[in-house]
């Protein structure tokens, strides 16, 4: 399961020191914690949900396999009323009678890979499965614009002098001169013009045979947080650390919710993480431990972080801390190194986002038997992937906010709402078919039915407070 850390640890990981420091050390533990659990619960509820969903395509496939033999026997047993009898009594049996019978086989165990969109088509209706591509694609575009800042952000901060090794204590504004007359804001835009050049372009075709880009993108990633934790308690340990974080600070909650749902978030790719683990008999166990290192690895990124530097001065990008302060790193290389870090790695994902994304518009407005017009496929479909978030992407580059945000919302719904109601839905579905007595050995620790309402109960309140916050603060301004 290390492709799982792999895939939650990204760009919500570079942007949580951060929002760790604004909230305050203790309430930051705790709510990474109590977020951790959360989506630890909903994880399992997906894997169960996954398990049902194999279980009812295995008992279609019976059903449409009896009814073609049934076709095939009719003229030979036509007149046997006692045959009849005895094939239409086994029909109505549930499939755990059928497979006592028949040898054993295990319905529930996943060897199908069900995207959520599928396990969605199944069990809600068209008003839940519209709401959950909207939901999916309002996630897909906060990704999106999350990427097309984070890259001309690191681009700006590298070319616009703050690598030099006296710019560790300056807080600079994007009013401030870049080149001549030129402003930071002005060489941001220019970057986000040069990257939309780029990686514009894969959005109008397939992203296809990215598994050793992918893998560099990985070791890249391992490589650069491993750095910037050991350079940062080598410096606490020097008793050189500039920072000294608050206790609590409940106006950085809000945020660090949204930053936080944002990092947890896996169970869209469940299905591709889950699928092709041949031995399944310890999956459980194996996403426990991989939440726990994960929730470890968090607060000791956050930890370090708020120790070694100064909390007013943090980057909502953390790798940018350690290219303008020699204090911490003075190697050129290295810190080019963490300072082009996420053009690298974010420039990989981005193409793979905005084709999901793109499919995604395609089914939530496909119909059975139809086709679209190529104007409309190729052209249509591509722009509205493309133009929304980068339009976001000019006006703003607050990347902190833009987690936040897209964490809030649509991560809830990803992370929270969805999960519950497949599993809720699933069980509700699969009981009449497969009877009361079958066990799901993919069923999730949390089975009984308060754990589904105390987390729709969490998602909503969150989404309230959330809300609430946004618009205090707007009035207060």
Known sequence: MVYMFNLIVGTGALTMPKAFAAAGWVVSISLISFLGFMSYMTTTFVIEAMASTNAQLRWKRREQEEEVHDSDSTSEYSDDDVVVRGRSELEKKPILSVQRSGGHVDHFDIVERVEMGQMAS???????????????????????????????????????????CSAGSVKYNDTDPCWGSVTRKD???????????????????????????????????????????????????????????????????????GVCVYSFMCQHSLPSLVTPISDKTRVGTLVLVDYTLILGFYVL??????????????????????????????????????????????????????VTLRNNWKTLFYRDGGTYPWVVDRIVF??????????????????????GITGAYAGTGIQYIIPACLVYYSRRHLEPTVGRDAINKHRSPFRHTFWVGFVLVWAVSCLMFVTANIILTDTKK
């Not at 690191?154 to 703050?162: I, K, R, V």
């Not at 509205?384 to 987690?403: K, W």
Request: glycine share 4%; aromatic share 16%; charged share 10%.
């Open 122 to 164: 199944m069990f809600f209706n068209k008003v839940g499965v519209n709401m959950f591509y909207i939901c999916i694609i309002v996630y897909l575009y906060g990704d999106m614009a999350i990427y097309a800042a984070a890259v001309p952000l690191s681009l700006m901060e590298m070319a616009c002098g703050n690598h030099s």
């Open 187 to 257: 060489a941001y835009r220019v970057f986000l013009s040069v990257f939309t050049l780029c990686m514009g372009p894969f959005t109008f075709f397939n992203a296809q045979k990215t598994k050793y880009l992918q893998i560099l993108t990985s070791l890249m990633r391992w490589i650069a947080f491993t750095m910037m934790i050991i350079l940062a308690l080598i410096r606490i340990g020097k008793d050189s650390g500039k920072g000294h974080p608050t206790v609590a600070s409940f106006s950085g909650v809000p945020n660090l919710f």
């Open 301 to 354: 990124l956050s930890f370090t972080a708020i120790f070694c530097f100064d909390s007013t001065l943090l980057h909502d990008m953390y790798t940018l801390n350690f290219t303008d302060n020699c204090d911490v790193l003075n190697i050129p290389f290295l810190r080019y190194f963490l300072g082009l870090f996420p053009v690298f790695t974010i420039s990989t994902n981005f193409p793979i986002i905005a």
């Open 382 to 403: 591509p722009l509205i992937t493309l133009v929304p978030p980068i339009i976001v992407a000019f006006f703003t580059n607050n990347l902190e906010s833009l987690v």
